[in-house]
């Protein structure tokens, strides 16, 4: 296990495009290991490669702790429903604010292995696969607040 220094807001990695992963090998998973850790060590509930220094269309969510997703090139393929909550991030400590998202997000991804997997989620989940998403896209949460003055 390896903590990943976690890059703040300013940092010009998170606001790059982040390039699809084509090579699924064992450096990957390593990553995504030490992704989860990172996240687990700073009470976070996902994680996208952009956030440790690494422009690659890969990210980790876990909202309770136990459902453990690793989402490889993933895509929101339908979304049905809002929501709106309070999003915080790891790479902007201190800031929340109101974002609005789907209630529920179809998502298709690779694993770590390159196999071809796809995700329903709600509420929580939703939340999180959406806000890591978007940071592969060099988007962050404060981009999109309702509240913004
Ligand atoms: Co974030």
Redesign the pocket.
């Known amino acids: 296990m390896a903590l990943r220094n976690i890059l703040k807001y300013g940092d010009p990695t998170l606001r790059q495009k982040c390039y699809e992963v084509t090579i699924f090998n064992e450096s990957l998973g390593i990553l995504l290991d030490d992704m989860k850790d990172t996240m687990f060590a700073a009470d976070?509930v996902?994680?996208?490669a952009p956030?440790v220094g690494i422009p690659k269309r890969l990210c980790v969510v876990c909202v309770d702790g136990e459902t453990m997703y690793e989402l490889i090139n993933p895509v929101i393929v339908k979304t049905s429903g809002t929501q709106r909550g309070q999003?915080?991030?790891?790479?902007?400590p201190g800031e929340h604010a109101i974002v609005e998202r789907p209630k529920t997000v179809w998502v298709e991804a690779k694993d770590r292995y390159g196999k071809p997997c796809s995700y329903k989620v709600s509420d929580l989940t939703a939340v999180a696969f959406c806000?890591?998403i978007?940071?592969l896209d060099g988007t962050?949460?404060i981009d999109k607040t309702v509240d913004k003055k």
Do not use: K, Y
Not at 87 to 92: P, R
């Open positions: 976070g996902g994680l996208a956030q999003e915080g991030c790891l790479s902007i806000h890591e978007d940071h962050l949460f």
